[in-house]
């Protein structure tokens, strides 16, 4: 079963960038869609970007332009690059992917903090 290691977190000044790492034990060519996920001090967690096997991407709306999702199959990494961070971007981030049949492909792992400062 792959496992999933996000990294790239961190603390960072409103108006900053960061780039986020998903890295997975095995390969994810396969997996249908990766995504990017955040969890808000207090909030549920919500769905920040995703991408097809194809490339195809999904942002929330309030993402849109200022992140940009991508995966490289050849080093089974997802990566996440956060421009123009605001406070409410404040959130520990997770990735996963949905297999062809709907399912999660691992379980919620520890994620990785991201903080924006005003």
């Known amino acids: 079963q792959v496992q999933l290691v996000e990294s790239g977190g961190g603390l960072v000044q409103a108006g900053g960038s960061l780039r986020l790492s998903c890295a997975a034990s095995?390969?994810?060519?396969?997996?249908?869609?990766m995504g990017w996920y955040r969890q808000p001090p207090g909030k549920q967690r919500e769905l920040v970007a995703r991408?097809?096997?194809?490339?195809?991407?999904t942002y929330t709306n309030s993402m849109k332009g200022r992140f940009t999702i991508s995966r490289d199959n050849a080093k089974n990494t997802v990566y996440l690059q956060m421009n123009s961070l605001k406070p409410e971007d404040t959130a520990v981030y997770f990735c996963?992917?949905?297999?062809?049949?709907?399912?999660?492909?691992?379980?919620w792992g520890q994620g990785t903090q991201v903080t924006v400062s005003s």
């Open positions: 095995g390969s994810i060519f396969s997996i249908n869609i």
């Open positions: 996963n992917g949905i297999d062809d049949r709907g399912r999660w492909i691992v379980g």
């Open positions: 991408i097809t096997r194809g490339g195809s991407t």
